[in-house]
């Protein structure tokens, strides 16, 4: 469990390199100024499954990282960053975030002298199933940029500084795990509210038809044995093609969106069907074959194991 850490008038960059990884990503840190390391300055705090920080060099630096296992949402209060990411170039000042996908290069080619950023480091797999909760359908992520400076963006970035304060401070109800895991689902809810439009205002018909046309396959028929290719027949294109699309459009492959319709379908048998029925039995019901990869796949999405959510049932 990471722990709340204030650090500031270091003068190695080295030092700074270890402290800054310890409490917030791992990464490659590199000075592009003849700047020292005196005006550095950390501040970061664990907020149950998440880690809040405000971090600024004082010089201008370029920082590499992959981000493993969580979203970095890093917000410039002064300067700028100028990133690369997944192919796109993203320039951030206050009042925008710059996004880092987990698992993925992020480079930040330029931290300006002048930035300090607050930072939200959030769980994948928790970011994720709020995602699910929120939008109904899988498939959907955040954007690689956001606009905090009106609305529902506002609003989270506000939510953001008043835990901040809270976080960096000797809060005595945040050191309570109860209240940080509730406060970390209040941020995670606000940001997925802030961050995803509605699907009114982007529905899944803005999708290529033959993205839609085995999305509805998929739906109608969730437990049959779909292969590749019989899903690539129905979008009419090859099974390259058809990868290509849902990546681009859904964010995951024909298969894995399959997959996890059919653990939604599972997690409804487990909540509502009949009692006592056996969990294997259910799951390979829907297509689902393989109870070791189940048990992971399903513990990923809703961060409990398939007895958990029977036995919720059942009381």
């Known amino acids: 469990m990471p722990e709340r850490v204030e650090r500031s008038g270091l003068t190695d960059w080295d030092e700074v390199h270890e402290v800054v990884a310890d409490a917030y990503f791992p990464h490659e840190l590199r000075p592009i100024s003849r700047d020292d390391a005196t005006r550095y300055r950390l501040k970061s705090s664990p907020v149950g499954p998440a880690v809040l920080a405000r971090i600024g ?44 996908p987990p698992d993925t290069r992020t480079v930040i080619t330029d931290w300006s002298r002048s930035c300090e950023i607050i930072g939200f480091k959030i769980d994948r797999d928790y970011l994720q199933r709020e995602v699910d909760r929120i939008c109904g359908r899988p498939g959907r992520h955040l954007p690689h940029q956001l606009d905090l400076r009106s609305g529902a963006g506002a609003e989270w970035m506000t939510l953001l500084n008043s835990v901040g304060d809270q976080a960096f401070g000797e809060s005595v109800l945040l050191r309570n795990e109860h ?15 802030a961050a995803i439009p509605a699907d009114e205002n982007d529905p899944v018909g803005t999708r290529p038809r033959i993205v839609k046309r085995v999305i509805d396959a998929i ?6 044995p779909w292969t590749a290719g019989e ?16 990546r681009e459009y859904v964010g995951l492959t ?3 969106y ?22 294997t039995y259910i799951a390979n019901s829907w297509g689902i074959m393989h109870s070791g990869r189940f048990a992971a796949a399903y513990r990923r999405k809703y961060g409990v194991p398939p007895s958990d959510t029977r036995r919720l049932a059942e009381a």
Not at 180 to 193: E, F, P
Not at 219 to 224: F, L, N, Y
Not at 235 to 245: C, D, E, H, P
């Open 57 to 100: 060099f004082g010089a201008a630096v370029s920082i590499e990282s992959d981000h493993p296992g969580a979203w970095g949402i890093n917000i410039p209060l002064t300067g700028h960053l100028e990133s690369t990411t997944e192919g796109h170039h993203i320039i951030s000042t206050p009042g925008q975030a710059t996004v880092c």
């Open 179 to 193: 209240m940080a895991q509730q406060v970390c689902g209040m941020l995670t809810t606000a940001l997925v509210l």
């Open 219 to 224: 739906h109608a028929d969730p437990g049959r």
């Open 231 to 246: 899903l690539a027949e129905i979008g009419g294109v090859s099974a390259r093609r058809l990868q290509q699309g849902f």
């Open 254 to 256: 024909p298969m894995e």
């Open 258 to 279: 399959l997959l996890d319709v059919r653990l939604e379908c599972v997690h409804n048998d487990l909540l509502h069907g009949v009692a006592g029925t056996n969990i």
